[in-house]
């Protein structure tokens, strides 16, 4: 029997309809979302990124302030326009695209952003309260995966979970919010020695490796709960698809929920940054 599939999409859409009614009681309180984004360089999927950020925000009714910057910019240059966007009370969230380029320190860049406008959560200070369970902004994959759980009424407690991947942006503040939650976690990666040991046991499998179909059936427990982050872009030999770190049509017959590349984890990404822009302003706001 196939998985019932996590629809991130469906999910997305309803939040957003929510969104927009929680933005229209701000702004006619004189207290607009707004949300300022700056990318630098000119790499394919960033822009992608940044365009479908900046339309959903427009489509919710929040402020939107896109910068665009050459790759070979000075850090200082960007370093200066943080400064006047913290002190912009017009902007309640600010984001820098990553990855940047070589040239720049990235930690000293996201240190550089407000932590209360830092609705990335990357910034040493909201990584910390996040760490302490009183996070006040949490990273928009990890956030939008939670939400998925919620909906679908997957209950953690006391649930082994696996997060295959360690990075600040995913991994990391995945596996804090598990353990918030009240799952027994463990975090793979590319040291980890018998990977399929440890994910065979998993009632929860997030995979966040960024390698094409890299989880497959043979490593999920039967009835596991398996989300997808990754997006890969499979070669034009193997017809220049979307897919994602997991064999989704091989797996969706061993898992209980699983979602799907593209319509999953994605969508609701771009959902929870409006939502944290949204909570940066109802907190401006005093509410």
Same mark, same amino acid.
């Given at each position: 029997?196939?998985?019932?599939?996590?629809?991130?999409?469906?999910?997305?859409?309803?939040?957003?309809?929510?969104?927009?009614?929680?933005?229209?009681?701000?702004?006619?309180?004189n207290?607009?979302?707004?949300?300022?984004?700056?990318?630098?360089?000119e790499?394919?999927?960033?822009?992608v990124?940044?365009?479908?950020?900046?339309?959903?925000?427009?489509?919710?009714?929040?402020? #939107?302030q896109?910068?665009?910057?050459?790759?070979?910019?000075?850090?200082?240059?960007?370093?200066?326009?943080?400064?006047?966007?913290?002190?912009?009370?017009?902007?309640?969230?600010?984001?820098?695209?990553?990855?940047?380029?070589r040239?720049?320190? =990235?930690?000293?860049?996201?240190?550089?952003?407000?932590?209360?406008?830092?609705?990335?959560?990357?910034h040493? =200070?909201n990584?910390?309260?996040?760490?302490?369970?009183?996070a006040?902004?949490?990273?928009?994959?990890?956030?939008?995966?939670?939400?998925?759980? =919620?909906?679908?009424?997957?209950? +953690?407690?006391?649930?082994?979970?696996?997060?295959?991947?360690?990075?600040n942006?995913?991994?990391?503040?995945?596996?804090?919010?598990?353990?918030n939650?009240?799952?027994?976690?463990?975090?793979?990666?590319?040291?980890?020695?018998?990977?399929a040991?440890?994910?065979?046991?998993?009632?929860?499998?997030?995979?966040?490796?960024?390698?094409?179909?890299?989880?497959?059936?043979?490593?999920?427990?039967?009835?596991?709960?398996?989300?997808?982050?990754?997006?890969?872009? +499979?070669?034009?030999?193997?017809?220049?698809? +979307?897919?994602?770190?997991?064999?989704?049509?091989?797996?969706?017959?061993?898992? #209980?929920?699983i979602?799907?590349?593209?319509g999953?984890?994605?969508?609701?990404?771009?959902?929870?940054?409006?939502?944290?822009?949204?909570?940066?302003?109802?907190?401006?706001?005093?509410?």
């Amino acid at each position: 029997m196939s998985a019932q599939l996590i629809d991130g999409k469906t999910l997305a859409e309803e939040l957003r309809a929510a969104f927009k009614t929680r933005v229209a009681a701000l702004t006619a309180r004189n207290h607009r979302p707004g949300l300022a984004v700056i990318l630098v360089g000119e790499d394919p999927a960033s822009q992608v990124y940044v365009r479908n950020k900046v339309n959903a925000c427009e489509a919710a009714g929040i402020f #939107s302030q896109k910068r665009v910057y050459p790759a070979d910019v000075a850090q200082a240059v960007i370093l200066a326009k943080l400064a006047e966007l913290n002190a912009d009370p017009k902007i309640h969230g600010i984001l820098v695209q990553l990855p940047l380029p070589r040239h720049f320190d =990235e930690k000293a860049v996201l240190e550089a952003i407000a932590p209360e406008k830092d609705v990335d959560g990357f910034h040493a =200070e909201n990584v910390g309260a996040l760490a302490q369970g009183n996070a006040r902004f949490i990273p928009c994959t990890p956030y939008g995966v939670m939400k998925m759980f =919620e909906a679908n009424g997957v209950d +953690l407690a006391g649930k082994e979970a696996v997060v295959i991947g360690r990075s600040n942006i995913v991994g990391k503040p995945m596996a804090l919010l598990l353990i918030n939650a009240g799952a027994t976690v463990t975090v793979c990666h590319s040291k980890t020695r018998d990977l399929a040991a440890h994910t065979r046991r998993a009632d929860i499998l997030v995979a966040a490796v960024g390698k094409p179909r890299f989880v497959t059936a043979g490593m999920v427990k039967p009835g596991a709960v398996v989300i997808d982050v990754g997006i890969n872009r +499979l070669p034009p030999e193997e017809g220049g698809k +979307l897919c994602g770190d997991v064999d989704f049509e091989a797996v969706k017959e061993v898992a #209980s929920l699983i979602t799907p590349v593209p319509g999953g984890v994605g969508p609701m990404t771009i959902a929870m940054l409006l939502a944290n822009t949204i909570e940066a302003a109802e907190r401006e706001a005093g509410q």
